[in-house]
């Protein structure tokens, strides 16, 4: 893999005015060996890209006022001699938002939002060139009705070029059972989920009477916060149910190849466990995380006679997995290591394959930075090691991950007077 990446941006503020405005390029090279069954050494594939952020934002009394633009170019290119493909692809996005944050008192907050998008894309694969627009309007109120107790709420209205009108919703309540220290948390949300044009039009493969997935969640937990002296501590329990209708997946056909379909209904629940620790001691600190992932998803309903896949996990998708990481800083040093486990997974929606399940892997990495400044600028080098251990593993069947390797990497900062 080779990669390049610059980024330039742009901070002001006065007052309450605030200005900010970055642009990104990132270029890169990766080699597509292919499975372990059908090797492609010459393979590989090629993205670029260009954003340009800009934000601003200002007050009109209590209320604030912020604006944002969102450029994007992308291009996307495979090649695969052997097979003589090559597949060209440019895509680009322009998106507009406009965000009002009143306050009509100390107990009831109103965020209303309108947002334009613009994406469109060219490619070799496609016939034609596919385009879509736009237009959201979101409300989000939140309302102390109680000291203890908060409500909140969200309605987003969506327009799409090519599916009509949408919806989505949520509620929720927080409540401060012993003050800054113990809250419970709940919410119920509908989301809508458009297909993606690689969905709609991608060759041979792509499937342009999808529907759009919609889903309906549910989810509470606690939350524990303490601080003594110079420990803060966070520890958060969260569950969680949800249903998916028309839910979009890819799924392998009778000639092996997969293809985007909608499922009749899926069913997702699970909880996940939360803890944070920092301590701080002079200019020495150090963060530590662990997160535990419990995630049952199953199609609850046929797709056809017969179906198999009834009432068993999804594909690819493990019943556990954790994620930790500690960073240790003292003055401009920082270093930080993380270690992930991801339990066993099966590549076949009824689990008939002889080499399911795939067994569980564990993952590690290290990354060391020093920052330090030189008149106006700042300068933070940074050397990243992943896969620390080497650990010979594959996220989907047949595609083995790549062993330990490195990064180095630079970040320039200038402060203007």
Same mark, same amino acid.
Request: proline share 5%; net charge negative.
């Given at each position: ?173 927080? !409540? +401060? /059972?012993?003050?800054? %220290? @113990?809250? &419970?948390? #709940? ?8 297909? *993606? ?81 920092? !301590? +701080? /001691?002079?200019?020495? %600190? @150090?963060? &530590?995380? #662990? ?8 199609? *609850? ?117």
């Amino acid at each position: 893999m080779k990669a390049k990446t610059g980024i330039l941006s742009v901070n002001w503020n006065q007052g309450r005015k605030e200005f900010s405005t970055m642009l990104w390029a990132h270029d890169m090279e990766n080699e597509v060996p292919g499975s372990i069954n059908g090797l492609t050494p010459q393979a590989y594939q090629e993205d670029a890209y260009l954003r340009w952020m800009s934000r601003y934002s200002t007050h009109i009394q209590d209320q604030k006022i912020t604006t944002k633009l969102y450029l994007n170019r992308q291009q996307l290119d495979f090649i695969n001699p052997a097979a003589n493909i090559n597949s060209l692809s440019t895509s680009s996005a322009l998106i507009g938002d406009v965000e009002l944050r009143s306050s009509f008192s100390r107990s009831f907050q109103l965020i209303s939002a309108l947002q334009f998008g613009q994406n469109w894309v060219e490619a070799s694969d496609y016939s034609g060139s596919p385009q879509r627009s736009q237009i959201t309007a979101q409300l989000n109120p939140v309302w102390r009705v109680l000291d203890p107790v908060h409500l909140y709420g969200g309605l987003r209205l969506d327009y799409y070029s090519d599916f009509g009108d949408a919806y989505s919703t949520n509620v929720g309540m927080n !409540v +401060e /059972l012993l003050r800054d %220290h @113990l809250f &419970l948390k #709940g919410q119920f949300s509908r989301n809508f989920v458009a297909p *993606t044009f690689n969905d709609l039009y991608w060759p041979d493969l792509g499937n342009p009477d999808l529907d759009p997935e919609t889903n309906l969640k549910f989810e509470a937990g606690i939350l524990f916060e303490e601080r003594i002296e110079s420990i803060q501590n966070q520890f958060e329990v969260t569950y969680y149910d949800g249903w998916v209708k028309d839910g979009i997946r890819w799924l392998p056909g009778n000639d092996g190849r997969s293809r985007p379909v909608n499922l009749e209904e899926l069913r997702l629940q699970g909880f996940e466990i939360r803890e944070e620790c920092r !301590v +701080e /001691l002079g200019q020495l %600190h @150090l963060d &530590l995380q #662990g997160m535990l992932f419990h995630s049952l998803a199953e199609i *609850t309903m046929p797709r056809f006679e017969g179906d198999r896949a009834v009432g068993k996990q999804l594909r690819y998708t493990p019943k556990w997995q954790f994620k930790s990481s500690a960073i240790f800083g003292w003055k401009g040093l920082n270093s930080m290591v993380t270690y992930n486990f991801t339990d066993e997974r099966f590549s076949t929606a009824d689990h008939s394959s002889p080499f399911d399940p795939l067994p569980s892997y564990q993952t590690s990495s290290w990354s060391g930075s020093y920052q330090f400044r030189l008149n106006q600028f700042r300068f933070t080098p940074q050397f990243t090691v992943r896969n620390l251990f080497d650990e010979s593993y594959s996220v989907i069947r047949d595609y083995p991950m790549p062993g330990r390797s490195w990064q180095a990497r630079i970040t320039i900062q200038y402060k203007f007077n």
